[in-house]
């Protein structure tokens, strides 16, 4: 009985031996190769932390990523690069700043549309805001709102829109004309409104007759506004066609 129970007592050593080896070593394997991870995850982030491609706003992050090790709870590797954070988001800053200058559009365009066109109709309105933003994606005039608001209005003439240097400018917009030239800028700017102008760049009153006219293509006129847009190249030197 000595010999059977000796020889019962071995195999079941030899059975809790094989048992932990199987369910211990991958849990020890599993856990080594996460503090590996995490190990290189730190180092990575402690590496971009130190490099100048980071924004500010995104630093204190990696910091504290780097210090904490990471969450263990994140597995995806596409979570774990941090490599995905450089622009992910905008800071606050850039979002304030943002703001801003989109605020600046706005109230330049709806200073044009009420100084220019006030007394117009809402077609009409909307075309001179169209005209200015127009410039603005032509290579030939600034590429902001404000710019070509009050382009040349440094000087005492010259300026691209009259009222930006003639005085009209000391008596502030006010009133129901004011409302409704900025909402028709909001409206433009948002790109609620089909095109109007046939892609004009310039226009006059009716009152007046600019010497630059007839070397341009006129293509609409809304009220007391005539719109125009650059001719062709080619078309320069001949008779200026007038578009419906």
Not at 115 to 144: C, D, M, T
Not at 205 to 214: E, F, R, Y
Request: charged letters at 20%.
């Amino acid at each position: 009985m000595t010999n059977g129970y000796h020889i019962a007592l071995g195999w079941s050593l030899a059975i809790g031996v094989s048992l932990t080896a199987i369910i211990g070593l991958p849990k020890l394997a599993g856990a080594s190769s996460m503090r590996k991870d995490q190990a290189q995850w730190k180092n990575r982030a402690l590496e971009f932390q130190n490099t100048d491609t980071l924004r500010i706003s995104q630093s204190n992050l990696v910091a504290d990523l780097a210090q904490n090790h990471l969450d263990d709870a994140i597995t995806n590797p596409w979570m774990l690069d941090l490599r995905s954070t450089i622009d992910a988001i905008p800071s606050a800053k850039d979002l304030l700043a943002q703001s801003k200058t989109m605020g600046q559009e706005v109230q330049c365009l709806a200073e044009a549309v009420y100084y220019e066109a006030r007394s117009e109709h809402f077609p009409g309105q909307k075309a001179v805001a169209e005209v200015i933003l127009n410039r603005v994606k032509s290579k030939h005039f600034p590429n902001s709102i404000c710019g070509v608001v009050y382009e040349g209005a440094e000087r005492t003439t010259g300026c691209q829109f009259s009222f930006a240097c003639d005085g009209s400018t000391a008596k502030l917009p006010h009133g129901k004309s004011w409302d409704r030239s900025y909402k028709v800028a909001e409206h433009m700017m948002m790109g609620m409104s089909s095109p109007l102008t046939n892609r004009a760049t310039h226009y006059h009153t009716t009152g007046v007759s600019p010497t630059w006219a007839p070397y341009m293509r006129q293509t609409r006129q809304y009220d007391t506004h005539v719109f125009y847009r650059f001719m062709p190249r080619k078309s320069r030197l001949r008779t200026v066609s007038v578009a419906p």
